[in-house]
């Protein structure tokens, strides 16, 4: 089992240009989860899904993209990057069933982004 | 929306003592769950323990346990005998069960530096 598989670990990208974060995990889960943690804070919630075809907005979303077409994949677009948005890249995904409770949420090991 | 606070930025302890992080929530929902996760220096996020809203006992895994006080709002995570091992980042994090959102929030952390 991959888990919680993130590409790339690494990225630096220029002001201006655009690129994708993939996500992909293989454990079935139906909630998944973009967050992004600045140096020394936390994590706060940028997009998050419930399931396929379903987003939504969490506490910091603007300059960001997201879709859900299958439960595997949640991709995260930056489309004019910005150096407030260097920082470190989260994808997680949990499991709940109503009424029964949640899975913990299983994270990707992250992607370092820098804008110059 | 729901909000999760950590009031202590930074915790030391000696090597073998028992230490509380502190967690409170603030939240309208009757459903809802509570996460611990250890963040080392390396960056990945490690679950710890969760806590449902509805356990009427405190969850405990090995080291770990949670002092869940409900009617004050808060979530503790109690790590006893520490270890050189458990310096890292802390962080407490609220699932809301109820209605379409399912946003899991971030507290800020808790550095814990545990002393030999």
């Known amino acids: 089992n991959a888990g919680v598989t993130q590409t790339p670990k690494f990225r630096i990208l220029k002001i201006g240009q655009s690129m994708t974060l993939q996500c992909t995990q293989d454990m079935n889960h139906n909630y998944m989860y973009w967050y992004r943690q600045d140096p020394g804070m936390g994590l706060k919630l940028i997009y998050y899904?419930?399931?396929?075809?379903?987003?939504d907005k969490g506490e910091v979303p603007n300059g960001y993209n997201v879709s859900r077409s299958t439960t595997e994949d949640f991709p995260l677009r930056l489309e004019l990057a910005a150096p407030s948005q260097t920082s470190v890249y989260f994808c997680?995904?949990?499991?709940?069933?109503?009424?029964?409770?949640?899975?913990?949420?299983?994270f990707g090991q992250g992607t370092r982004l820098t804008v110059v | 929306a729901q909000k999760i606070t950590q009031t202590q930025p930074g915790m030391f302890v000696q090597e073998k003592e028992a230490v509380t992080l502190d967690c409170t929530y603030d939240?309208?929902?009757?459903?809802?769950?509570l996460f611990w996760y250890k963040q080392p220096s390396s960056g990945e996020m490690i679950f710890l323990i969760y806590q449902g809203s509805y356990d009427e006992q405190n969850a405990t895994e090995g080291r770990y346990s949670l002092n869940f006080q409900k009617a004050r709002k808060s979530a503790n995570l109690v790590i006893s005998a520490s270890q050189l091992g458990d310096s890292a980042m802390y962080f407490c994090?609220?699932?809301?069960?109820?209605?379409?959102?399912?946003?899991?929030?971030f507290g800020s952390g808790t550095q814990l530096t545990v002393l030999p």
């Open positions: 997680a995904s949990s499991y709940s069933r109503q009424g029964a409770g949640n899975t913990e949420a299983f």
């Open positions: 899904s419930v399931g396929a075809g379903i987003t």
């Open positions: 939240t309208s929902d009757q459903s809802y769950g």
């Open positions: 994090a609220i699932l809301i069960s109820s209605g379409s959102a399912r946003q899991l929030t």
